[in-house]
């Protein structure tokens, strides 16, 4: 079963038993949407989910249209059923809102090249995803290409030294105390220039 436009559309019935409402859902944005609120980056949805980095980035672009098998494994690694995949999220501002991260009761998530401790990791619906990351990678070889998504990206250095790589400007050395703000869309990544793991706070946008 192949989907024929990953902008599919999805009908909506009214509790009430009312006619239906046709609401538009595009299949990418969700995807993207769920995996984000998990604060998964593409490569870790697509180890979980069982699929490439290549086709997980295909789908959320809107470049492909998945198998059924896809989608199964994508809700599969999403713990969700097929149908929550076409099931837009509801729309409500949620106010007062607050989380509360202790120094060391985030949620760990490790790569190669970071290690992440994400905060207000169980705050869904955020519009920004922050989190403590320990510098591993010493080269910039040790990265699999540039890293790259949508949004605008923060970076404040807490210990170390570190040197920012980026797409389109010089490489630049930042010490504890430095930031940097840059458009998360153009090619980054870091290393770190001390003996221990450097460690910097990251801050996401994710609108």
């Given at each position: 079963m192949?989907?024929?436009?990953?902008?599919?559309?999805i009908?909506?019935?009214r509790?009430?038993g009312?006619?239906a409402?046709?609401e538009p859902l595009?299949?990418?944005?969700?995807v993207?949407?769920?995996?984000?609120?998990?604060?998964?980056t593409?490569?870790?949805?697509?180890v979980?989910?069982?699929?490439?980095?290549?086709t997980?980035?295909?789908?959320?672009?809107g470049?492909m249209?998945p198998t059924?098998?896809a989608?199964?494994k994508?809700?599969?690694?999403l713990?969700?059923?097929v149908p929550?995949?076409f099931?837009?999220?509801?729309?409500?501002?949620?106010m007062g809102?607050?989380?509360?991260?202790k120094?060391?009761?985030?949620?760990?998530?490790?790569?190669?090249?970071?290690e992440?401790?994400l905060?207000?990791a169980?705050?869904t619906?955020?519009?920004?995803?922050?989190?403590?990351?320990?510098?591993r990678?010493r080269?910039?070889?040790?990265?699999?290409?540039?890293?790259?998504?949508?949004?605008e990206?923060?970076?404040y250095?807490l210990?170390g030294v570190i040197?920012?790589y980026?797409e389109?400007y010089?490489?630049?050395?930042?010490?504890r105390?430095?930031?940097?703000y840059?458009?998360a869309?153009?090619?980054h990544?870091?290393i770190?220039?001390?003996?221990?793991?450097?460690?910097?706070?990251?801050?996401?946008?994710l609108?």
């Open positions: 192949v989907l024929t436009d990953p902008k599919s559309m009908r909506v019935a509790e009430a009312e006619e409402h046709v595009d299949l990418g944005e969700r993207r949407e769920l995996r984000r609120s998990r604060g998964w593409l490569e870790e949805a697509a979980r989910a069982g699929l490439a980095r290549s997980l980035s295909k789908i959320e672009n470049q249209s059924y098998d989608l199964k994508l809700a599969g690694g713990a969700i059923s929550q995949l099931t837009p999220p509801l729309r409500q501002q949620v809102r607050m989380a509360v991260t120094a060391g009761e985030g949620q760990s998530q490790a790569t190669v090249t970071y992440h401790e905060l207000a169980h705050l619906k955020k519009q920004m995803l922050p989190y403590r990351a320990t510098i990678a080269e910039l070889e040790e990265f699999d290409g540039w890293v790259r998504h949508d949004g990206e923060f970076l250095v210990t040197r920012l980026t389109f010089e490489p630049v050395e930042l010490r105390g430095d930031s940097a840059y458009d869309a153009m090619g990544n870091v770190s220039l001390s003996d221990e793991d450097a460690t910097i706070l990251w801050v996401t946008s609108v």
